[in-house]
């Protein structure tokens, strides 16, 4: 993995966001998203399943102090003692908090994530360190993380007693590893980056390509979930999974056959950002993510997996 362009990529990606979401601590305040789903939205979303006997926290939010946070609301909210903990990929925001929960949480994660994390959260985790002295700050002491209690191949079923979770690793798409969780009966996907709600598709490096990210999606619709909890921007119903496949669809024919006429790709970023604001206006507003900034990212991954 060429580890300077996935630093350079993710830096523009975390300092866009660093301007445009909510600041990176997160509050005890959740919503209700289904029966057995509660979300504390932030930098990410995080999050809590509850069963009779037994709890799921879905992301840590970035550092201890927020892992602490999110653990002392799961508590509030658990009916049985039993807390499990999962990350939808390897990123600080999603995954350095777990120090912050209790030594008898039990981690779970997917094997191809945990080698990404293996591999490459010690970059990332200096890559966050650089962004700002807040991020500097949360992340302070967070060395290497631990090692799951559970590492599973493509699929774990976890029986929470009144509500089951399906965590799958279904491919790769915004990285290698990404997570997916469906929650039943309810029906809830949590869909880390592989799903959002009107923001611009974004590979992180090397960690897939958009021709895998639409198999993916394949794979997600036929799951027919009622309910989507994106990991940055707004909960939605299962409709998202088509509207994303629609929109990367529909964005990448333009870029391609742009790169036919012989466009470079900054050409190429320049006249579909103002495609981009004209065919897709409440993506475009969407304060959730720079969407317009990230056309440009966009264009490069789509013009690289052509060659």
């Given amino acids: 993995m060429r580890f300077p362009a996935l630093g350079l990529g993710l830096l523009?990606?975390?300092?866009?966001?660093?301007?445009?979401?909510?600041?990176?601590?997160?509050?005890?305040?959740?919503?209700?998203?289904?029966?057995?789903?509660?979300?504390i939205l932030g930098f990410p979303n995080v999050a809590i399943v509850v069963g009779y006997q037994a709890t799921l926290v879905v992301d840590t939010g970035l550092g201890p102090s927020n892992g602490a946070t999110v653990a002392r609301v799961?508590?509030?909210?658990?009916?049985?003692?039993?807390?499990?903990?999962?990350?939808?990929h390897f990123h600080p925001e999603h995954a350095a908090g777990e120090g912050g929960f209790p030594a008898e949480t039990i981690l779970l994660r997917p094997a191809v994530q945990q080698q990404e994390l293996v591999e490459h959260g010690?970059?990332?985790?200096?890559?966050?360190?650089?962004?700002?002295?807040?991020?500097?700050?949360?992340?302070?002491?967070?060395?290497?993380?631990?090692?799951?209690?559970v590492v599973f191949e493509n699929e774990l079923t976890l029986d929470l007693r009144g509500a089951t979770a399906r965590?799958?690793?279904?491919?790769?798409?915004?990285?290698?590893?990404?997570?997916?969780?469906?929650?039943?009966?309810?029906?809830?996907?949590i869909s880390g980056d592989i799903v959002q709600n009107k923001v611009v598709p974004g590979v992180a490096g090397e960690g897939g390509s958009f021709g895998s990210w639409l198999t993916v999606l394949d794979k997600l619709e036929?799951?027919?979930?009622?309910y989507v909890v994106p990991d940055h921007s707004r909960p939605g119903d299962g409709?998202?999974?088509?509207?994303?496949?629609?929109?990367?669809?529909?964005m990448r024919s333009r870029t391609l056959a742009l790169q036919k006429q012989g466009l470079s790709a900054d050409d190429?970023?320049?006249?579909?950002?103002?495609?981009?604001?004209?065919?897709?206006?409440?993506?475009?507003?969407?304060?959730?993510w720079p969407n317009v900034t990230s056309i440009n990212g966009f264009v490069r991954q789509v013009y690289a997996e052509a060659r």
């Fill in 12 to 39: 523009s990606v975390a300092v866009a966001a660093q301007a445009q979401f909510p600041p990176p601590t997160l509050s005890e305040k959740t919503t209700r998203v289904s029966e057995h789903v509660q979300v």
């Fill in 74 to 88: 799961a508590r509030k909210l658990s009916k049985g003692r039993k807390l499990y903990l999962t990350t939808t």
């Fill in 122 to 149: 010690a970059e990332l985790l200096a890559l966050f360190n650089r962004l700002s002295p807040e991020y500097a700050g949360l992340l302070k002491g967070v060395g290497q993380l631990r090692t799951p209690d």
């Fill in 167 to 189: 965590l799958m690793w279904l491919g790769a798409g915004h990285t290698k590893g990404d997570e997916l969780i469906l929650i039943d009966p309810d029906r809830t996907l």
């Fill in 222 to 226: 036929a799951l027919k979930p009622r």
């Fill in 239 to 250: 409709s998202l999974i088509a509207q994303e496949r629609a929109f990367l669809q529909d």
């Fill in 268 to 288: 190429a970023g320049k006249r579909l950002t103002e495609e981009f604001k004209s065919a897709y206006p409440e993506w475009a507003q969407n304060s959730d």
